[in-house]
């Protein structure tokens, strides 16, 4: 394989490799569980990839956690130039498609063609939801800010001021989707913490 690269080729590679350092700036609103600062956006990614590698015999259909694991990675590299959109924050959802689109070609334009064609199709199936991978990937990403708000005693659902019916609507049928025993789970999990 590396024969078949030009010096070209991995200078683009490289430059790719550069501008996505920038997402480790990107801040979410999800805080770490120690509560000691927020998420960043490099950090949410590397932890989704370990929760497909940890939770992959959790998926109610058939997947390639390979490929799984690939959209993860990818998935909100566009922030760099769109930003976060948190779940329970209203905004104009057609802006941040937008905005969105632009950036996946922006970002993946920069790698040689058919590597960046090949990583935008990831993140277009991830956004769409067209696969079995790509609903567990979704799942996954809709789990791991839940958890992280259930250890934090809310975390952020207590600053938008979010509901228990909030939260199911919002979170259950993307989890449940990609895994009905996962939702089952932190369902329980939910509801505990609202009776606090």
Not at 63 to 84: P, S, Y
């Amino acid at each position: 394989m590396s024969d078949q690269l030009n010096d070209t080729a991995i200078e683009q590679q490289l430059d790719f490799l550069r501008e996505i350092d920038i997402l480790k700036s990107v801040i979410r609103k999800s805080p770490l569980i120690d509560q000691s600062r927020r998420e960043n956006s490099a950090e949410h990614s590397w932890h989704l990839a370990m929760y497909a590698l940890i939770l992959k015999d959790c998926s109610d259909k058939e997947i390639n956690i390979d490929r799984v694991i690939k959209m993860l990675l990818i998935h909100d590299i566009v922030e760099i130039d769109a930003g976060d959109h948190p779940i329970h924050e209203t905004s104009d959802n057609t802006a941040q498609e937008e905005a969105e689109q632009k950036a996946a070609e922006r970002i993946f334009g920069l790698l040689p063609t058919s590597q960046g064609e090949e990583l935008k199709a990831f993140w277009y199936e991830f956004e769409t939801a067209e696969s079995n991978d790509a609903v567990f990937a979704k799942s996954l990403d809709r789990l791991q800010p839940l958890i992280h708000n259930v250890a934090t005693e809310g975390g952020t659902w207590g600053e938008g001021n979010v509901s228990h019916e909030q939260v199911k609507q919002r979170y259950g049928s993307v989890i449940s989707a990609g895994s009905k025993r996962i939702w089952s789970l932190v369902q329980k999990l939910v509801s505990q913490h609202f009776q606090r």
